[in-house]
């Protein structure tokens, strides 16, 4: 990614590889991490840093904290940093703990070695966790931010400063799509955008 946007030299079979357009800039190249050895790599490169809080069993503030902390100035200036999470946010608390199961299976299941597709919200409701699933589902839980409008904005708003994210992307993985719209429509008029 370096090499397209003409950092550092192409070699080997992507030498006559070239982005198109070629008249318009490339966008920068950010670190996506889960852990803090992107933070630090990202802060030793000085490239913008995202941290991946939406699958991480790693709390985002040491990383997030590292990444200001350990910054040296290269393809930025100053340290840019951007916070993922999982948000399901719906009309009442229970409606939001309802489209957020879907993914606590989903999680349990890929962590404990068996993935597989999203339910629907029915199927999940009627699913039975292993121990081993129930545990891995309860870490999953413990990484949403799930809840009504107000509860959603004031647990996005508190990781935010906590982390000292500049941005934050939302992140919504629901089997239902309508319900995955109206989340993010909700996120949106509770932060007046």
Same mark, same amino acid.
């Given at each position: 990614? *370096? /090499?397209?946007?003409?950092?550092?030299?192409?070699?080997?079979?992507?030498?006559?590889?070239?982005?198109?357009?070629?008249?318009v800039a490339l966008?920068?190249?950010?670190l @996506?991490?889960s852990?803090?050895?992107?933070?630090h @790599?990202?802060?030793?490169?000085?490239?913008?840093?995202?941290?991946?809080?939406?699958? $991480?069993?790693?709390?985002?503030?040491?990383?997030? *904290?590292a990444? &200001?902390t @350990?910054?040296?100035?290269?393809?930025l200036a100053?340290?840019?940093?951007m916070?993922a999470?999982s948000?399901?946010?719906?009309?009442?608390?229970?409606a939001a703990e309802?489209? /957020?199961?879907?993914?606590?299976?989903?999680?349990?299941?890929?962590?404990?070695? #068996?993935?597989? #597709? @999203?339910l629907?919200v029915e199927?999940?409701r009627?699913y &039975?966790?292993?121990p /081993?699933?129930e /545990?891995? +589902? $309860?870490?999953?839980? +413990?990484l949403?931010?799930?809840?009504?409008?107000?509860?959603?904005h004031a #647990?996005v708003a508190? *990781?935010?400063e906590?982390t &000292?994210?500049d941005e934050?992307m939302? +992140?919504?993985?629901? $089997?239902?799509h +309508?319900?995955?719209?109206?989340?993010?429509?909700?996120v949106?008029?509770?932060?007046g955008i």
């Amino acid at each position: 990614l *370096l /090499a397209f946007g003409g950092e550092i030299p192409l070699e080997g079979a992507f030498r006559s590889v070239r982005a198109q357009p070629e008249d318009v800039a490339l966008p920068p190249v950010w670190l @996506l991490g889960s852990s803090d050895y992107s933070a630090h @790599l990202a802060a030793r490169l000085g490239r913008p840093f995202a941290f991946a809080a939406h699958f $991480s069993p790693t709390a985002p503030e040491g990383p997030m *904290l590292a990444y &200001r902390t @350990l910054f040296r100035p290269g393809a930025l200036a100053e340290p840019r940093a951007m916070l993922a999470v999982s948000v399901f946010c719906a009309d009442t608390q229970e409606a939001a703990e309802e489209m /957020a199961l879907p993914t606590l299976v989903a999680f349990a299941r890929l962590r404990t070695g #068996k993935p597989a #597709k @999203l339910l629907d919200v029915e199927t999940a409701r009627t699913y &039975r966790f292993s121990p /081993a699933e129930e /545990a891995a +589902a $309860s870490a999953i839980r +413990a990484l949403q931010i799930v809840g009504t409008p107000e509860t959603v904005h004031a #647990k996005v708003a508190m *990781l935010a400063e906590r982390t &000292r994210a500049d941005e934050v992307m939302i +992140a919504t993985l629901a $089997s239902d799509h +309508a319900a995955r719209v109206h989340s993010y429509e909700l996120v949106a008029q509770a932060f007046g955008i």
